[in-house]
């Protein structure tokens, strides 16, 4: 007997089923995979001197 893939929850950042032992909730309520949800936490955006430089590079390009 196996479970229908309908049943299962979809991840919300891969958006493949999530087998229930696997899944997680993130601070939103979404239903992701363990793996996802690390991932997410170590690819959260961190403000860094270079992203700075990038952001007013492209202010200056945007004046011109
Ligand atoms: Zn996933």
Redesign the pocket.
Known sequence: MTTPVSYLPF?H????P?NLDFAKTDEAGKT??E??YLLTLKTQPTISPKSNNALKEHHRTFRK
Request: net charge positive.
């Open positions: 991840c950042i891969c958006n493949k999530v992701v995979h793996g996802c």
